[in-house]
């Protein structure tokens, strides 16, 4: 997935994008809000993490105005533990906040969370065909065999499973798993789906090549 950071706290947002890479997230990182609207005009992205007090102006009134055409789920970050801020961010259009300073766990599973709501989903799991995908414990599971995946795998392949029937081309395979900092090629993309192809294809999943196209994945028959 790929995530939009809007944090002026240097220390804070490196902390955070380091921690969401090692689940294998795409994190890009604007440091005020001028530069959070360039990103969201160059870029689409799964879900933003936008701080409350901002060198520019406040994170608020930025996703009020946004909410017109910003469909992108929100979690504010906020300094302030009153109600009425808390509630003042979620009237705005925020899909959750959460409080500084806070535990990584706490701001992982809160990612996790509002995705999931936005997906119409109340479990980490997505089911393809007979196979089952445990976002959280980066697993597939049929029937008793298991299938453990790596950062990276669990990311492209959540990139496919949130989408089963949709033709994903390698450039957009590119901006869903990297971020602007990240130098990768459309090789390096065939280097990934052709891991990922090899490790699921035993659990009966597939993802098919259309030439000129990209990638769909296969479920395969119950």
Known sequence: MRYLLVEDNLELAEAVTKRLALDGHAVDHATNLAHAEDCLAAASYDLILLDVMLPDGDGRDFLARSRAHLETPVIMLTARSQVSDRV????????????????????????????????????????????TFDLLAG???????????????????????????????????????????????????????GRLRRR?????LRIETLRGLGYRIETGAP
């Open 200 to 204: 699921i294809a035993p659990m009966g």
């Open 88 to 131: 003042s961010a979620l009237d705005q259009g925020a899909d959750d906040y959460i409080t500084k300073p806070f535990d990584f766990s706490e701001l992982e599973a809160r990612c996790r969370a509002v995705l999931r709501r936005r997906g119409g989903a109340a479990r980490n799991e997505i089911a393809l065909g007979p196979v």
């Open 139 to 193: 697993t597939l599971q049929r029937g008793d065999d298991t299938l453990e995946l790596r950062s990276r795998e669990i990311r492209l392949l959540e990139v496919f499973a949130r989408h089963p029937s949709q033709i994903m081309s390698k450039s957009h395979l590119m901006d869903r798993l990297f971020s602007y900092d990240t130098t990768v090629t459309e090789n390096a993309i065939e280097v990934y789906v």
